[in-house]
């Protein structure tokens, strides 16, 4: 009884922020007792069915799918959590076509530059534009930093996409992707950019 009272007490906030916790697990998804502090979250939760994202290889991802599905959760592009395997960073992204309205898988290696709208980001390849409904430090988290760099508060850009690089008076550089756009490294990220690129 009185475990009912502290969890009615505790805001639904904190336990999503737990299970979002929860859900960065290790390699070892397969585990029965994982499987048993999934069930006991949801009960935890009233019962509410919960989804996941998952941003994990494609080499696991059917067995993934299977496990967190014998483990009662459902597997969902749309879910407001994200399941991603520690020290990997994912080889595509699921982002949707504007165009289409499909949800199409985009190799890494072929995005140029992701630029964030609110609560929206817009994940830009060399030919085409993608939507994407994600905060823009999560995508950031699931890239390869060798590879990505954030020079904005709202753009991440691919390193081997940049075509060209012209300084500003004003400690700030303009960068021109090799898809054409062109963008800002602002002041606060001047000295990250530099160090990043060795100018």
């Known amino acids: 009884m009185k475990q009912r009272k502290l969890l009615r007490a ?3 906030e904190v336990w999503y922020n737990f299970f979002e916790s929860y859900v960065r697990i290790s390699a070892r998804y ?7 502090a999934a069930r006991t979250i ?3 939760k009233g019962g509410i069915s919960l989804k996941i994202k998952l941003a994990v290889s494609k080499q696991r991802y059917k067995e993934v799918e299977d496990t967190l599905t014998q483990c009662g959760l459902e597997i969902d592009d749309d879910a407001d959590f994200t399941l991603s395997e520690n020290n990997q960073y994912i080889d595509r992204l699921l982002v949707r076509d504007p165009v289409s309205d499909e949800r199409v898988f985009l190799l890494v290696e ?4 992701v630029e964030a709208f609110g609560h929206s980001l817009e994940v830009h ?3 085409h534009s993608y939507q994407l409904t994600e905060r823009l430090y999560k995508v950031l988290d699931m890239l ?3 590879q990505f760099l ?4 709202s753009v991440v850009i691919a390193r081997n996409k940049v075509k060209s690089i012209s300084p500003t008076l004003s400690m700030k550089f303009i960068l021109t992707m090799q898809n054409g756009k062109k963008v800002d490294v602002t002041r606060s990220y001047y000295y990250i950019f530099k160090e990043y ?3």
């Open 10 to 12: 505790i805001s639904r």
């Open 30 to 36: 397969s585990t029965s007792l994982e499987c048993k």
């Open 42 to 44: 949801i009960k935890m």
């Open 110 to 113: 072929d995005i140029v530059l």
């Open 125 to 127: 390849s060399k030919s």
């Open 144 to 146: 390869d930093p060798k």
């Open 150 to 153: 954030r020079i904005s508060n």
């Open 197 to 199: 690129f060795g100018i």
